[in-house]
């Protein structure tokens, strides 16, 4: 005989309920649970603290006051973490006229008629874990990230940094499946070409 599973229990429903029966303190438990989660969320897509600290607060006050709309499809954190990706989105292409963005096109690996890569790319995986770089590494990657274009930072960090789903991210940006697929690839092999070139250079000096 096969059980079945019972009811998803999202871990958040007591703050949920709370939310809904407008607590008078709910909106500090909210805070308290997922301030500092928001915050460091909307700081890896707009790279400047004004920026995600407005953007934190825009999605908890946002989240807090449209809690009825959460229809528990997703966890409640979920559904928070598309709401401040958003509002960190906003923010930073806001700023887009006025930053200097790189050319995608570029630094990506020239690819040939078949769509494959045509220019070999060194194999830097092994050196990764090597604890003299490790600092280093972190900056190199931090300021890849930040090189790219604010519509393929946002889908890199939402994917691969907290772990959304690719239809999370479509919602959430109002683009297609097809296109969240195509940002995050093309941002991995951005900031794996940028790793790659530091790795070579420090090997050379090595």
Same mark, same amino acid.
């Given at each position: 005989?096969?059980?079945?599973?019972?009811?998803?229990?999202?871990?958040?429903?007591?703050?949920?309920?709370? #939310?809904? %029966?407008?607590?008078?303190?709910?909106?500090? @438990?909210?805070?308290?649970?997922?301030?500092?989660?928001?915050?460091?969320?909307?700081?890896?897509?707009?790279?400047? =603290?004004?920026?995600?600290?407005?953007?934190?607060?825009?999605?908890?006050?946002?989240?807090?006051?449209?809690?009825?709309?959460?229809?528990?499809? /997703?966890?409640?954190?979920?559904?928070?973490?598309?709401?401040?990706? =958003?509002?960190?989105? @906003?923010?930073? %292409?806001?700023?887009?006229?006025?930053?200097?963005?790189?050319?995608?096109?570029?630094?990506?690996?020239?690819?040939? *008629?078949?769509?494959?890569?045509?220019?070999?790319?060194?194999?830097?995986?092994?050196?990764?874990?090597? @604890?003299?770089?490790?600092?280093? #590494?972190? *900056?190199?990657?931090?300021?890849?990230?930040?090189?790219?274009?604010?519509?393929?930072?946002?889908? #890199?960090?939402?994917?691969?940094?907290?772990?959304?789903? =690719?239809? *999370?991210?479509?919602?959430?940006?109002?683009?297609?499946?097809?296109?969240?697929? /195509?940002?995050?690839?093309?941002?991995?092999?951005?900031?794996?070409? @940028? #790793?790659?070139?530091?790795?070579?250079?420090?090997? /050379?000096?090595?």
């Amino acid at each position: 005989m096969t059980v079945s599973p019972g009811p998803r229990v999202d871990v958040d429903a007591d703050l949920v309920d709370a #939310l809904r %029966r407008e607590d008078p303190e709910a909106a500090e @438990q909210l805070v308290e649970r997922f301030g500092d989660r928001v915050y460091r969320l909307a700081m890896r897509i707009t790279g400047l =603290n004004e920026d995600a600290e407005e953007a934190a607060q825009d999605a908890l006050w946002t989240a807090a006051r449209k809690i009825h709309s959460f229809k528990g499809e /997703s966890a409640f954190g979920s559904w928070l973490y598309r709401i401040a990706a =958003n509002a960190a989105y @906003q923010k930073l %292409r806001t700023r887009r006229a006025k930053s200097k963005e790189i050319a995608l096109e570029d630094v990506l690996p020239t690819l040939d *008629d078949d769509g494959r890569h045509f220019e070999p790319m060194a194999d830097w995986s092994s050196r990764v874990d090597e @604890q003299a770089l490790t600092g280093e #590494l972190r *900056d190199v990657l931090e300021r890849a990230i930040d090189g790219l274009p604010p519509d393929y930072r946002t889908a #890199l960090v939402m994917h691969d940094v907290e772990g959304l789903s =690719n239809p *999370d991210i479509a919602e959430t940006l109002g683009i297609s499946l097809p296109a969240v697929k /195509s940002r995050v690839h093309r941002s991995r092999l951005f900031v794996r070409k @940028q #790793l790659a070139e530091y790795l070579g250079s420090d090997g /050379s000096s090595s």
